[in-house]
């Protein structure tokens, strides 16, 4: 660990994304309790919730454009353009409010970002040597936790304090924070692709063709395939059991909203040190046994916790939730990191996300559609075994030989990327 905590190139990324997130976080915090608060409509505040989630959906193209630009600069824009924005909302509402105007801005806001994950996820195995991504990783996971901790505990007492609005603005200033930060960064390898040799195909018909290209690299991927799987089951569970919680917690556990703030911090803890350990289990322990046993005790956790009616209890199955939910994230992308060709990072990287991210509304829909008719104790039990159902996966005898030659992606790319460096995509998926 010393020797990455002496990259000033990963200290520097690490500080301004840590800055952003902050403020990320408050802002996730502010605005739907604004709308809210602005409408006393709950119509309204879906429609906010709504707008948060159709930018991912962009990212299954952007990653497109992310590898055929400078992932620095990519990063930098993002930045500097999402604090406009955050900027132009704040003076929105403080001369006169009108929802319209927030849902454009609030959707803008994730349009610009749509290009940040896939870039920053590609940039990181630029900065840091292969032996040090697992543990970079674990640490960007780390800290994506601790923000969010950061961002709900301080959210709520600066609502009260200062008004919503102004984390608007506070959340305009992090990003700027973060642009100024990218500026002192530099990295190996991160020419744009129109400077190297693109191909002399029209942008829109090459653009088209390299996204099928990586697409089709994902398919081809065996280990690809059954993470895609094994995440739209996880996502289409998890994601309604956080929403599920806070009926959970006023309901058959009695609580109040300070029960569940220590709940979800317990939950976030727990995350942190297991994206810590990430690098230390993956060292110790097969990527079968990575996957497969994290998600059944995520499960596990989660059937446990509608039987037990205690909120002590509770707390501390959330932290064991965490600790599986920390491990498996950051594995999964040190595992993608070192195994996708550089190159094709960028769509890769948004393409995955975009995949996965469809199955978090949807389960959503289904969860609310089904919360009058069926007992809530019943549908925490279905989510835990959805979850327990996907590790099952890895138990499959044919998941021991899961990987891709490096010839077969050779072969992929000299047909559909003849730009691409030879000596770039001689990698191979570590050993199931």
Not at 94 to 122: D, K, N, Y
Not at 152 to 166: S, Y
Not at 229 to 235: D, L, S, W
Request: proline share 4%; aromatic share 10%.
């Amino acid at each position: 660990m010393h020797l990455l905590l002496r990259n000033r190139l990963f200290l520097i990324l690490f500080s301004g994304q840590f800055v952003s997130s902050v403020g990320s976080n408050l802002f996730s915090l502010a605005l739907p309790w604004y709308v809210l608060l602005m409408t006393k409509s709950t119509t309204d505040l879906a429609l906010s919730g709504i707008m948060g989630m159709i930018p991912s959906f962009f990212t299954l193209f952007s990653g497109v454009l992310v590898d055929r630009w400078s992932k620095r600069w990519t990063m930098l824009l993002s930045d500097f353009i999402r604090a406009i924005l955050c900027l132009a909302m704040t003076v929105s509402v403080i001369i006169h409010f009108q929802l319209w105007l927030i849902l454009l801005l609030q959707l803008l806001l994730g349009i610009a970002g749509s290009v940040f994950s896939p870039a920053s996820s590609a940039f990181v195995p630029r900065i840091v040597s292969d032996e040090e991504i697992p543990l970079a990783t674990g640490l960007l996971q780390s800290m994506n936790s601790t923000s969010q901790i950061i961002g709900t505990m301080a959210g709520g007492v600066l609502i009260a304090l200062i008004g919503a609005p102004m984390l608007f603005l506070l959340n305009g200033l992090s990003f700027f924070v973060s642009s100024l930060s990218l500026l002192f960064l530099k990295a190996k390898n991160d020419t744009p692709l129109s400077k190297t040799n693109a191909s002399n195909l029209p942008l829109l018909k090459n653009f088209w063709r390299e996204w099928i290209a990586g697409i089709q690299l994902i398919w081809k991927f065996k280990v690809m395939k059954v993470i895609i799987a094994t995440a739209i089951v996880a996502n289409f569970a998890l994601t309604p059991f956080f929403i599920l919680l806070t009926a959970w917690v006023k309901g058959p556990l009695h609580g109040t909203a300070l029960v569940l703030a220590i709940i979800e911090t317990s939950s976030s803890l727990g995350t942190i040190l297991g994206s810590l350990l990430s690098a230390e289990l993956g060292r110790r322990f097969s990527t079968r046994w990575q996957f497969g046993n994290s998600l059944f005790i995520m499960g596990l956790m989660v059937v446990l916790i509608s039987l037990v009616h205690h909120a002590t209890w509770t707390s501390v199955l959330a932290f064991i939730m965490g600790i599986s939910m920390g491990n498996v994230n950051s594995y999964l992308f040190a595992i993608l990191m070192r195994s996708i060709p550089k190159n094709l990072q960028g769509r890769i990287f948004g393409s995955l996300s975009a995949i996965v991210s469809i199955a978090a509304p949807l389960g959503l829909v289904i969860v609310t559609l089904l919360l009058s008719h069926v007992p809530l104790f019943i549908l925490l039990i279905g989510i835990g075994a959805l979850t327990i159902i996907s590790s099952i996966f890895y138990t499959f005898p044919n998941m021991k030989d899961i990987s891709l030659s490096a010839l077969e992606q050779m072969e992929l790319s000299r047909n559909d990327f003849p730009h691409l460096q030879k000596d770039s995509l001689s990698v191979d998926l570590p050993e199931m």
